[in-house]
Nanobody, 134 residues
Framework: VQLQASGGGFVQPGGSLRLSCAVP????????IGWFRQAPGKEREGVSC????????YYTYSVKGRFTISRDNAKNTVDLQMNSLEPEDSAVYYC????????????????????????????WGQGTLVTVSS
């Protein structure tokens, strides 16, 4: 079982992209889901995560005010709207899911799998490339 990430592409600085993560139904309603990114030579970073039901969200500092994570219950997707993109946002973006108990599940998912280690969440999708360049 994999999560399916889509929506990456090439965009100029200041532009927007919307990433979408297709999530199997049996995961969608019960798991905390998040977006991670990794650029060449850099550590993996938890960009934004969202809880399964109570709307709890987490954003890494560099994307606050520019990115918005949301769940589409009709489509079983978790979307990441990315506005005001910067070259530093260029990376391969992955979506991931883990079932966590409160509190602070979104922050815990995003921070647990950030860093230089290679541990991944129980469900981890293939990446989609985002390139921001003029």
């Amino acid at each position: 079982v994999q999560l399916q990430a889509s929506g990456g592409g090439f965009v100029q600085p200041g532009g927007s992209l919307r990433l979408s993560c297709a999530v199997p139904r049996f995961i969608f309603g019960y798991y905390t889901i998040g977006w991670f990114r990794q650029a060449p030579g850099k550590e993996r970073e938890g960009v934004s995560c969202i809880s399964s039901s109570d709307g709890d969200t987490y954003y890494t500092y560099s994307v606050k005010g520019r990115f918005t994570i949301s769940r589409d219950n009709a489509k079983n997707t978790v979307d990441l709207q990315m506005n005001s993109l910067e070259p530093e946002d260029s990376a391969v973006y992955y979506c991931a899911a883990e079932r966590l108990r409160p509190p602070a599940v979104s922050r815990r998912l995003c921070t647990a799998y950030s860093g230089s280690h290679e541990y991944t969440a129980p469900y981890w999708g293939q990446g989609t490339l985002v390139t921001v360049s003029s």
